[in-house]
């Protein structure tokens, strides 16, 4: 019996509905330039942020968002970068802010990049963890994540959790949970820490030092900026009626390949956790004492 394209179809839909198919958006859909417009293009597809003697640029979301995932795919400076910090990140505003970062450190021509992650919670960071990557990523694009929701924060690199962060609220940790964030991303000249621990500069002859964008995807939560933050929080919690994909059992916590992954980055890749830092924090963050129990 032949299939008829109206079955077809029923299975497509269904199909990605299940899978929940996310399609990425134009640039201009989701975002807008927010610092020096000049030194920002974008065709259609591809967006440049520029940096150079003058000045860095940045982007943000029009909209605010609690949970789910965003993605951007990003392909760093090449060649010399060296002194310059392209960031990927959410954050929402106030003085007691949650901030989730990616921050790329650029190196000399031929070294590695590292990879900066952050975590603010409540207006405190001071979680910086870093690794070296498992490819190039000067080279093509790779897509790199944050995915949220009530149970942890998840920092991922092609689909590769690198980080993260549980909900430890019944230990009396607190978690970010009730600020809507917004998406963002700049490049600056950082050359006073990122590179090398600062010993190397900014090399202006090399400049302008480019990074580039496309797969803009945010499958989230929106939060209108007309809406109250408690009445946002409550639209974007699943209840009975509505069931956000985020908040299905199989994502509140790792799968086992997942935590495979996990483990094999922190073994392979990292080079520097604030969790093991005991000059720093002579006293070992709770959070952390928490998280080597997992
Ligand atoms: C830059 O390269 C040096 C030498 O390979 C390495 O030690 C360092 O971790 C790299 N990354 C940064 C951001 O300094």
């Not at 992650?117 to 790199?144: A, C, I, M």
């Amino acid at each position: 019996m032949a299939v008829s394209a109206f079955q077809m179809l029923v299975f497509f839909v269904g199909f990605s509905l299940m899978v929940g198919l996310v399609s990425s958006a134009k640039f201009d859909e989701l975002f807008q330039p927010s610092w020096a417009q000049d030194h920002l293009a974008y065709e259609g597809l591809l967006l440049r942020l520029k940096l150079d003697s003058y000045s860095g640029a940045g982007f943000q979301s029009k909209s605010k968002y609690m949970f789910g995932k965003v993605t951007v795919q990003i392909k760093l400076v090449e060649g010399d970068s060296a002194g310059t910090v392209t960031a990927f990140y959410m954050s929402s505003e106030g003085t007691n802010h949650n901030e989730f970062d990616f921050e790329f450190l650029g190196n000399t021509t031929g070294e590695p990049y590292l990879v900066q992650t952050n975590l603010y919670v409540n207006g405190v960071g001071n979680r910086e963890q870093r690794l070296s990557l498992w490819f190039d990523p000067t080279k093509d694009f790779h897509s790199y994540s944050i995915f949220w929701n009530q149970r942890h924060v998840v920092f991922l690199v092609d689909d590769t959790p690198i980080r993260l962060h549980t909900n430890m609220e019944n230990k009396g940790i607190p978690f970010p949970r009730t600020q809507p964030m917004g998406v963002y991303s700049s490049i600056w000249n950082a050359d006073d820490w990122a590179t090398q621990g600062g010993r190397v500069k900014t090399d202006w002859s090399h400049a302008p030092f480019v990074a580039s964008y496309k797969g803009f995807e945010i499958n989230a939560c929106e939060c209108p900026a007309s809406i109250a933050a408690d009445d946002n929080a409550k639209k974007c919690s699943s209840s009975g009626e509505e069931r956000y994909w985020w908040d299905e059992p199989t994502l509140s916590a790792l799968n086992v390949h997942q935590s495979h992954q996990l483990l094999w980055v922190r073994a392979n890749h990292m080079t520097y956790d604030y969790c093991s830092d005991t000059a720093r924090f002579p006293a070992t963050p709770l959070e952390c004492l928490h998280h080597r129990h997992q």
